[in-house]
């Protein structure tokens, strides 16, 4: 298992709010598009939780088959349509959606910065196992906003390190690999605004104003923090 510490990026310069997810998507790309594993590009790729397209923007390959699975219209609607895009409106959280899945044939299963909102995260791993076929996921971990959850006293809503390794490792014989994230900001206003519009905070709501107020005020850190669990299975068995 490698663990590494990626980089720490000053968000002032950028106006949006998604920097630590399209490094992600970047980074699972790269295993998609590797040939150190494969002797072929992917041509028929399923995407779980596609949101706008940050994975299907960074292939630059031909692709046959692309179909993005989010429970969000208003994500798919962003999303990059092509006579060989699907965009599919549906809820990994829900075991007919893999049914479904199932009978369609793709070559390789990415998801990029989503299973952690899953619901039952052993089922779906177990989903994806199903299809036997090379994955690579990306999942942020409970050490996301550690140090806010830490100061605000409210345990993480994302799932564990140990959890998700433990899982990958029972259902998908895979190589995983941890990077930390920072990301600096020049204002607490600043940082709490990219907290609130980044995917990665949904359903943050917790708190109350006064309390997110504290919050802000306690906040020991100029920099937010992120946990990424990369897990990359190549074998077909
Ligand atoms: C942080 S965004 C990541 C989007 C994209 N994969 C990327 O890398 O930018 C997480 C996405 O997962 C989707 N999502 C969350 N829970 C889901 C579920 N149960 N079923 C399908 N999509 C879900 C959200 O709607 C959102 O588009």
Same mark, same amino acid.
């Given at each position: 298992m490698k663990v590494s510490q990626e980089f720490s990026k000053y968000? *002032?310069?950028?106006? *949006?709010?998604n920097q630590i997810q399209e490094e992600v998507a970047k980074k699972l790309i790269k295993f998609l598009a590797s040939t150190e594993h494969f002797t072929y590009k992917p041509k028929k790729i399923l995407d779980l939780g596609?949101?706008?397209g940050a994975v299907y923007n960074l292939i630059d390959w031909k692709v046959e088959r692309f179909i993005g699975v989010d429970f969000s219209h208003k994500m798919l609607e962003l999303h990059p349509k092509a006579e060989n895009v699907t965009c599919l409106l549906g809820d990994?959280?829900?075991?007919r959606l893999f049914e479904e899945l199932l009978k369609e044939e793709f070559d390789y299963i990415v998801s990029a910065s989503a299973l952690q909102w899953a619901e039952d995260l052993e089922s779906i791993f177990k989903n994806i196992a199903g299809f036997h076929l090379p994955v690579s996921l990306a999942v942020f971990t409970s050490g996301t906003f550690a140090a806010i959850n830490k100061t605000a006293k409210v345990d993480a809503i994302t799932p564990s390190k140990e959890k998700i390794i433990e899982l990958a490792e029972k259902y998908l014989d895979a190589e995983i690999e941890i990077v930390n994230y920072s990301l600096e900001f020049e204002t607490v206003r600043d940082m709490f605004r990219y907290i609130k519009k980044s995917g990665v905070s949904a359903a943050r709501n917790v708190l109350n104003y006064k309390q997110t107020k504290k919050l802000m005020d306690e906040y020991p850190l100029n920099y937010l923090e992120f946990e990424v669990v990369y897990i990359n299975s190549f074998s077909k068995a």
């Open positions: 968000a *002032k310069e950028y106006p *949006k709010f596609c949101g706008s990994f959280n829900d075991n």
